[in-house]
């Protein structure tokens, strides 16, 4: 009930309306809820029966090898990948039979950083980071005020009229979590986003991301790192393998065996079984 | 949504500066095609002038009733050279007619009756004038009847026959022109269409990239193809005024080469509104284009 009350004085006013009008459905409470998703690449079955939701606020690891589908989970989740089986809401837009045109409202609720840093290198820090804050049409000083800020906290302060051609591998990786944070979405999707930093500074930008879902944003974090993982024991984790979710430590994610945290960290957060594989 | 509109424009312009080569090979190819184009105007325009403005003559002849009294034909001849467009008239009394006549069939000195058995011995040609006239006002055929009304009133004056010979053919390529100019126009502007659209897809291929980026973090299409509008009609207006510069260069070296008799043939620029189509249809070809390239 409490959790009503929270969302019902942040929801944009149409879902205000339709919550006047009716009981509060259950997927407006969560920010991405995934039923019986499926995705195939020709013959490959990448992603099978996935269920979990998360709710408003949560920081969730999505864990698993390289090849297991995260990639492919994050994309669907954004709409860059249509929706072949099975269902999924985000940020209170269905999914399925989504219209295109509605495409870009979506996206414009939901932050990614892509593994693929998908920055442009012939423009400079500033502008690939503005560029998302451009076309919500903010002004110019509030859109620099956002974009420094947003750099101070990444350590980019110093490279921001540099052309992102010009700066190296983990400066670009972090310009494009620094565009994926600068909107302030409500709901944050990172593909490997410390893939290409060193130990500290991956660290550090994990107290950014842990400080975004403070202020109510809800984190899908993917991961191959278990040093990573290791230093936030009590996250939640959700561990992706063949595309299938095989153990998860909260009961948000929709696996028959939810494992406990300890037993999750043992199995995987930690060197474990997943090591040897 | 305060300054995502001039934003978006100028970043059409800086787009153009980011891609130079895709850029350049566009406007080469863009002027390329309207300076064709604008060489097959200029083609038209001075055929079209040279038609239009040939001194179209109307030829009238005129006869005498036999025996009208010479003098008196000699009079109304003399009278011809003072008539309103005069160009030249060509006169044969029944004599030269005659010796005319005899040389072509290779008799000379023969009277007509000789000559054909069946006419009266004493029988002569009739007088007769050939004149050439420019038609008079704003409407040929009414001046035509009016002048051959004319002829006609004179005395002595047997028939008229009056025909239009150069006439003719500046109505034909009246006719010619309706069929022939604004097809070409409008198949050139396919011509023009296609090839920009060829050339800002493989500017938008240059650019899939940032399309796509631009689409991931959530840009509108319309804010994806406001810059491409930009960057091609940039790109058209300055290929259209490289072509206009390049024929305007030509023009002045060419337009007197052709001036000498008896050609007398000048060549024309393009009147200013087809001139602007130079300009304005490869602009608006690459600006749809350009908003046809960005697949929704
Ligand atoms: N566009 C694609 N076409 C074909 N196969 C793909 C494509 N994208 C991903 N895959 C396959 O789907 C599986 C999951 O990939 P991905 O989601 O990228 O995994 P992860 O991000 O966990 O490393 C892999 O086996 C990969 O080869
Ligand atoms: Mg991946």
Redesign the pocket.
Known sequence: MLRHNENKMRLPWRATNLVLLRPLPYSLSRMIRVRHLSHS??Q?Q?LSDVSFSLGKGEFVFLS?P????????LRILHAALPIQRGEAIVADFNLVRLPSASVPLLRRQVGVVF?DFKILPLRTVEENISLPLELRGLSDTHMERRVRAVCIALGLEERLKVKCRDISGGEQQRVAIARALVTNPKVLLA?EPTGNLDPALSLRLMELFKQFQTYGATVLF?THSRELMGHYPEAHVMH?ES?RITAANWPGAGVAHALRAGALRENFAVPGPGNAR | MSGILPRLVRQGLTDLALHPRASIGAVFSLTLITFLVGLFFMTLVTLDRQLGMARVETVFQVYWRPGTDIGRIRSAWAEYLHLPGFVAVKTYTPEQAMAELGARLGRSGASAGQLFPFLPADSALPATALVSLVPQGPDPEKWAKETEAYFRSQPGVARVAGTPVRDEMGRAWKNVSRYVIWPSVAFMTVMLGLTVGNTLRLLVLARAHEIEILQLVGAFNRHIRLPFIVSGAVLGIGGGLFALLLLYILHAQIAEVLNFPPLFLRIHFPPPPMSALLVLAPAATAAISGALAVKG
């Open positions: 690449f020709g490959h990448a698993g390289s090849g297991a589908g995260k990639t492919t989970l593994q593909d993917a992706l595309g």
